[in-house]
């Protein structure tokens, strides 16, 4: 067909069509087409060619982009190291809190005689309905606190992980 132009979507069109110029000029100017190589050597070049770049492309906006929620996934980390930190240490808290409040219990009774008496009097009965009372409404804080607590974590994570689905999403952006 003589000499051809091939645009990036390997679609071939004639060089004097769409050139405007005329069959001779064109041969005058570049010589032989039988020294090109073949639509299909062509193709087939490009494509390897193509293949290869983009293949180094992808390889290197996957760096690129590691490298940008780095920092963020590193927070991330952190944060959550912190919270069960955090979170550890008030259970332990509130472990020994309720030890000492059921310590505190047990030394209001009286022993021997007069524990006796407290018994038969039902002093005994009333000082354990106090302390249970003071157990539930010790147990009903801390389970409030831990809530509060949680709630403030997650919220925190969601801010975190709001900030790396942005940065993922202006990747995936950036990728198409």
Do not use: W
């Not at 051809?4 to 100017?29: A, E, F, P, Q």
């Not at 059921?102 to 524990?115: C, Y």
């Not at 942005?166 to 950036?174: D, E, H, V």
Request: glycine share 6%; hydrophobic share 30%; no cysteine.
């Amino acid at each position: 067909r003589g000499f051809v132009v091939m645009d990036h979507t390997n679609k071939v069109y004639s060089l004097s069509r769409h050139g405007g110029i005329s069959t001779r000029d064109i041969k005058n100017r570049l010589g032989s087409s039988d020294q090109l190589p073949t639509v299909e050597v062509t193709k087939s070049k490009i494509r390897s060619t193509f293949n290869g770049e983009i293949l180094k492309r992808i390889q290197e906006l996957k760096r690129q982009h590691e490298q940008e929620i780095l920092p963020a996934l590193e927070k991330k980390a952190l944060l959550v190291h912190i919270q069960k930190a955090e979170r550890r240490e008030l259970s332990d808290h509130q472990r020994v809190k309720r030890n000492l409040v059921a310590m505190a219990g047990k030394d209001r009774f009286r022993r021997g005689i007069r524990g006796f008496f407290d018994k038969v009097t039902g002093k005994e009965k009333r000082v354990r309905l106090v302390i249970r009372k003071e157990v539930v409404t010790l147990k009903r804080r801390q389970t409030e606190t831990r809530q509060m607590m949680i709630f403030r974590h997650n919220r925190d994570r969601g801010e975190l992980q709001r900030e790396i689905s942005k940065i993922r999403a202006s990747q995936s952006k950036a990728g198409s």
